[in-house]
C-alpha cells in the first residue's frame, strides 16, 4: 500500500518518523545499559539518568535501608520512571526531541571503574567498599555500537519507506 | 566457508599491539587471563572481548552471513606523579595502530580515548584508556 503524503507536509512526516526513533534510540539504550549494569546492591543500575543537552550535577540518593532488606526480587525505586525507565534531567521521559543531545551518566564514584574497568579497584575493596565481578571488558562501548547499528537500519528503512 | 575462528580475530589484534609495543622503547604488555607481576615502570593491558551478533543475510547454517562485533580495551598504565606525556605517548600510538584501519577482515571503529582513569585498577599507577570496537563478519 503506498502511502500518500501532501508535498507541503513532507517535512513534518519525516520529523515525526525520526523523532519515533530518537524517542526509541534513547529508551531503549537506557533499558541495555541498565540492564547489563552489574549488581551487588543495585545503587550503580538505580543511578543511571538521561540528560537533555546537560548531565545532572549530583548522585542520586540511595534507597533507603529498609529497600535492601526486602526479599529479592525488589520493587524498583524511582516507581514514577516506569519499568526500565531512568531519571531524567531537563525533560520528561518520552519527549525526547530532534536537535538535543541525550547524555546516558552515572554520577557515582565507582560508576567509571564499573563502566571502564572490571570491577572495583583492589584498593576499594580493601577498603571495605563493595563490588560486583560481572563488568564485562568494554560492555559499555558493546552496547553502543549494537544500538548505532540497530538505529542505522531503522533509519533506512525509514528512508526507503518514505 | 565455515564459522569464524575467534582466536583468529584475537592473533590480529594481538599480534598488532605485540609488534609495536616491541619497537624502542620496548613497553611489556599482558594479554587476558595471562599470569603478569607489574613493575613501577609503564606497562599495557590488552583485552579483547566479543560482542552481539547479527545477522547479515537469510539462511540457515549455509551459505549464510553473521557480523560479529568485538571490542580492543588497552589500559595503558605509567608512574604515578610524573605527569601525563610518557602515558599518552604510549596512547598515540596504540591509537593509531586501529583507529578506522581495515585489516585481514576485521574492521575497526574510530577509537575512543585515551579517557584518564580516575582510580586506576590495578592501584597506584596512573591509567589511560583506549576502547576500539570493531566488526567482522562470518560466513557460513
Request: aromatic share 10%.
Amino acid at each position: 500500500m503506498t502511502k500518500i503524503i501532501k508535498l507541503d507536509d513532507l517535512g513534518a512526516y519525516y520529523e515525526d518518523t525520526v523523532t519515533s526513533l530518537l524517542r526509541g534510540t534513547v529508551l531503549e539504550l537506557g533499558v541495555a545499559i541498565k540492564k547489563a549494569s552489574p549488581v551487588d546492591s543495585g545503587r550503580f543500575r538505580m543511578s543511571w539518568q538521561i540528560g537533555q543537552n546537560g548531565t545532572a550535577a549530583g548522585q542520586l540518593p540511595p534507597a533507603p535501608s529498609s529497600f535492601y532488606q526486602k526479599a529479592k526480587p525488589r520493587t524498583s525505586f524511582y516507581k514514577d520512571q516506569g519499568a526500565g525507565r531512568m531519571k531524567t534531567v531537563g525533560y520528561q521521559s518520552g519527549y525526547e526531541n530532534i536537535g538535543n543531545s541525550y547524555y546516558i551518566h552515572n554520577n557515582l564514584p565507582y560508576a567509571e571503574a564499573l563502566s571502564y574497568g572490571t570491577n572495583l579497584p583492589p584498593s576499594w575493596k580493601k577498603a571495605g567498599i563493595r563490588g560486583s565481578a560481572q563488568a564485562r571488558i568494554g560492555w559499555l562501548d558493546l552496547i553502543a555500537k549494537a544500538q548505532l547499528r540497530k538505529t542505522k537500519s531503522r533509519l533506512e528503512h525509514i528512508r526507503r519507506k518514505g | 566457508m565455515a564459522a569464524i575462528v575467534l582466536n583468529d580475530v584475537r592473533q590480529v589484534i594481538e599480534e598488532r599491539v605485540n609488534a609495536e609495543l616491541k619497537k624502542a622503547p620496548i613497553i611489556p604488555v599482558v594479554f587476558n587471563n595471562v599470569p603478569y607481576t607489574p613493575t613501577k615502570e609503564l606497562w599495557v593491558q590488552c583485552l579483547v572481548n566479543f560482542g552481539s551478533n547479527t545477522y547479515l543475510t537469510l539462511g540457515g547454517t549455509t551459505g549464510s552471513a553473521n557480523m560479529i562485533d568485538g571490542i580492543v580495551v588497552l589500559n595503558i598504565f605509567s608512574e604515578i606523579g610524573m605527569g601525563a606525556g610518557a602515558n599518552l605517548e604510549v596512547a598515540s600510538r596504540l591509537r593509531n595502530l586501529f583507529n578506522r584501519v581495515i585489516t585481514s577482515g576485521v574492521y575497526f571503529d574510530a577509537a575512543n580515548g585515551p579517557d584518564m582513569q580516575e582510580t586506576s585498577s590495578p592501584a597506584n599507577y596512573f591509567q589511560s584508556q583506549i576502547r576500539i570496537t570493531f566488526e567482522t563478519v562470518e560466513s557460513l
